[in-house]
């Protein structure tokens, strides 16, 4: 359907209906010709590709052509032909043309090509417009509607988990305070600790760092559930793989073990990249072309081979072996950083690693206890260029083992009786997991830095668009 009175450029050259009229609407990108002839390369976000507009110059006022730059949006009217050039299918020969916004050449940040990644966060505001942004964003797009799709499919729930928590023992971060208290003179305590009875919630409550706690009381009910939206972690961790705001998909289902959690990471995995080689090939060979030879390649890869499943003792063992010398030295104990996990995955196995049975100490209190006393039935799936793209774990359902532990980890049991509650009332074997939508991104897209895979980043001292 025609809306907003235009065709899409991208409905226009999927099929093109030679010699009729149409109406394109959209920002130029450039503009080139002579005295008698002009063309305008034309994109409206809706594809990577532009539609070229022929412009006859005796046809048309001098002064508004002149002020067609770069940048401008424009509507125009005309003919769809076959076009006399080799660059494109198609073209239209302009017969009507509209201004609705003028972007001045000396001033318009985006009139040259070719601006670094680094530039273009500056500019997060106008970045959509590069032909980088439009693929990026529209990838996220296809993964964020197949992502509802593949648990659709499956039967899962879509559970909304709250985005305020008043639970603090999450574990798996820093939390940002949300509070209306008067901050310059927040009401006091007697021993001068800010007395959050009187703030909004009546006690003090934080942006969430996961779903998973509340994902778990769903899947306790509806069996298979899963969340997706933003979570976010107040840790200064200026790296290329974490945003202080970022989105997590977390599935939490009742009656899987360990191995069938791990199954349908793969899958879920497997799904997403299927379903972006297949339905955003023109996004995917342009970011190929531009930033990543080996994209498409490493993506068919990981659909194709079976991920490696491996106990983190063995992982250790292989690292020890390794002769490497990392910057953090290996031993048991150790949580692994992304130098180790992109050890095993790009230089020992060359494939995804799904790494179990990791010590208790560097997991959280939720895991499920092995046997040994010493391990927790938690899993990781480590990917190329990355590391850690998933984190997981089979849940510890037993009342008195999560008891005890929350215990041994000096944690308050009055804090989490509704969790706890779970164990008492019907509980059941269950597992679950997170899966970083932008660490997915970046995968996908083959961008190096998370900043440029979510449309306004939020990290340590940014947060202006
Ligand atoms: P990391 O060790 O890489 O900091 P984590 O172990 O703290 O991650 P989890 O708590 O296991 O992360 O969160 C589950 C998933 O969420 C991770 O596997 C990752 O994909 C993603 N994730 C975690 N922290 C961030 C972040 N700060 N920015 C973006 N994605 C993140
Ligand atoms: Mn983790």
């Given at each position: 359907m025609a809306r907003g009175g235009r065709t899409k450029i991208l409905d226009l050259l999927k099929t093109p209906k030679i010699d009729t009229q149409v109406t394109v609407k959209g920002w130029v990108r450039t503009k080139r010709g002579n005295k008698s002839i002009q063309f305008i390369a034309l994109n409206?976000?809706?594809?990577?590709h532009n539609i070229q507009l022929v412009i006859?110059?005796?046809?048309?006022d001098e002064e508004l052509l002149k002020s067609i730059n770069t940048g401008a949006c424009i509507r125009a009217d005309g003919k769809l032909v076959k076009s006399q050039?080799?660059?494109?299918p198609v073209e239209i020969q302009v017969a009507d043309l509209e201004i609705y916004g003028v972007a001045d050449p000396e001033k318009y940040?985006?009139?040259?090509?070719?601006?670094s990644l680094e530039f273009l966060r500056e500019i997060a505001h106008l970045r959509p417009r590069t032909n980088t942004f439009g693929a990026v964003l529209r990838i996220r797009n296809a993964m964020a509607f197949a992502i509802h799709k593949y648990f659709n499919e499956n039967g899962f729930v879509y559970l909304h988990t709250p985005?305020?928590?008043?639970?603090?023992?999450?574990?798996a971060g820093e939390m940002f305070v949300v509070t209306t208290l008067d901050i310059n003179n927040p009401p006091r305590r007697n021993d001068k600790?800010?007395?959050?009875?009187?703030d909004f919630f009546g006690k003090q409550c934080n942006l969430t760092v996961s779903g998973q706690l509340e994902g778990e009381l769903g899947a306790l009910a509806l069996s298979e559930i899963y969340t997706f939206g933003p979570t976010f972690r107040a840790e200064n961790s200026n790296t290329p793989?974490?945003?202080?705001e970022f989105w997590m998909i977390e599935p939490e289902m009742a009656f899987y073990e360990i191995d069938e959690n791990m199954d349908l990471a793969e899958d879920f995995i497997k799904y997403l990249v299927r379903y972006a080689l297949e339905n955003c090939a023109d996004d995917l060979e342009f970011l190929q072309k531009m930033y990543d030879d080996s994209l498409i390649e490493r993506l068919k890869s990981v659909i194709e081979c079976d991920f490696i499943r491996l106990d983190y003792t063995e992982g250790i063992e292989i690292l020890k072996n390794s002769g490497v010398k990392f910057e953090f030295p290996v031993h048991w104990g150790l949580d692994l950083q992304s130098e180790h996990e992109r050890y095993l995955v790009e230089?020992?196995?060359?494939k995804p690693v799904i790494l179990t049975n990791?010590?208790?100490?560097?997991?959280?209190?939720?895991m499920k206890q092995n046997n040994?006393?010493?391990?927790?039935r938690a899993m990781d799936v480590l990917f190329p260029k990355?590391?850690?793209?998933i984190g997981g774990s089979q849940r510890e359902e037993n009342y008195d083992k999560l008891v005890s532990r929350i215990h041994e980890l000096n944690m308050a049991e009055k804090d989490v009786w509704w969790y706890l509650d779970t164990r008492r009332f019907g509980t059941a074997p269950h597992s679950g997991f997170g899966l970083g939508f932008e660490r997915l991104l970046l995968f996908v897209t083959?961008?190096?830095?998370?900043?440029?895979?979510?449309p306004f980043p939020r990290t340590p001292k940014n947060a202006e668009f």
């Open positions: 409206d976000g809706s594809t990577i006859d110059v005796s046809n048309f050039g080799s660059g494109q940040p985006l009139q040259k090509k070719g601006h985005i305020i928590t008043g639970s603090d023992c999450e574990g600790s800010v007395n959050y009875s009187e793989r974490h945003l202080a230089k020992h196995f060359k990791y010590p208790k100490e560097i997991k959280a209190f939720y040994d006393g010493k391990t927790v990355i590391g850690e793209i083959g961008m190096a830095n998370i900043r440029d895979v979510i």
